[in-house]
């Protein structure tokens, strides 16, 4: 299309459903968040998750493990319940999205090889959890509790304790039974990982050799489970990377409305304490595209989580009729300090979480 004179071209728009990521990776992070995830175009099997998928099937069939694993693209790291499958986020499909996934959600769960085999592998038991009904086993919950335990939000782990296995981060193997049997038999199934050597002495050590018995009992044995059903597909995403980062950043906050409104009471007065002074919401509304910019140099995210993040300041301020309690200067360098620790624990607040 030929520009009139003056005027900017403007770049043709991507057609749903039409083209794959060679149509929109190259495109800027404003013009990207506004596709609908559903018409990316991605597919696991034509992208390079599918050469690690094989590898876990092939450590999986080592093994005498009569199951591989279906696996599919999703919004987030899942293995369903009734389903022996893994859902793998969609943004691993790519590496722009990868790459719009640090910046706007802060981390990309599985973006390193070495992580991904372990998340895969950590799914992976889940789903041979699911193949062979395993958590219905009497001697399954006596190892490692009831799995039908409820889920905490939260769970405050034991960093020091040797009865369970350290795989995925945070100690994960900790914050429920089901995650305790997934993480042993991530261990168990890890080629070269010496856990014999690794474990010894640990009273986790005990559920290694009841995964390594148990896997040997199950050896060549087609599983009861088989269903291929997908759940939660890209297809049905309707909606829009900006959407889905939105969402993300108001379940991070919804967490965390308490501790920003203590920060900015420490910061900002009371309307009836500075009634003559400006409000602070007016003055995050000013200083808003410094904000943006600057912080979003200095942590090296996008532009648009700071906004964000941001926009949120200025509506608690607003909320709880916060005005300037000193001089503007005072004020604003002491506003860009919170603002970008607010963006740095959203980096850490807003990525996906292990949803299994």
Partial sequence: MKARRGVRARRPAVRPGRRGPG???RLPDDELLGIRIRDLGLRLERTPLARPVRRLNRELAAR???????CWLALEWFSPDGVPGIAVPFYLAHPRLRSLQRRCAGEAEGANARELRRLLRHEAGHAIDTAFR???RADWRRTFGSASRKYPHVYRPRPGSRR???HLAGWY??????????????????PNSAWRRRYAGWPAMRKLLWVDALMAELSGRAPPVRSRRVVEPLAEARFTLREYYERLARRGRGRNVARIDRSLLRLF??????RRRMSAARLLRE???VLRRRIAQRLDVSEYLVGEVVRHMIARCRSLGLRLRGPR???ERRAERLATAQVARAMRSFGPRLSL
């Avoid at 005498?64 to 279906?70: F, K, N, R, S, T």
């Avoid at 007065?269 to 500075?274: C, H, P, V």
């Fill in 173 to 190: 193997a900790q914050s429920h039974p089901a995650e305790d049997f997934a993480e042993t038999f991530a261990v168990w199934l890890a």
């Fill in 269 to 274: 007065a009371r309307e009836r304490e500075g």
């Fill in 164 to 166: 369970f296995v350290q």
């Fill in 134 to 136: 395993l958590r219905r």
């Fill in 329 to 331: 200067r005072v004020a």
């Fill in 23 to 25: 149509a929109w990776s």
């Fill in 287 to 289: 200083r808003a595209p």
């Fill in 64 to 70: 005498g493990i009569e199951l591989a694993p279906h």
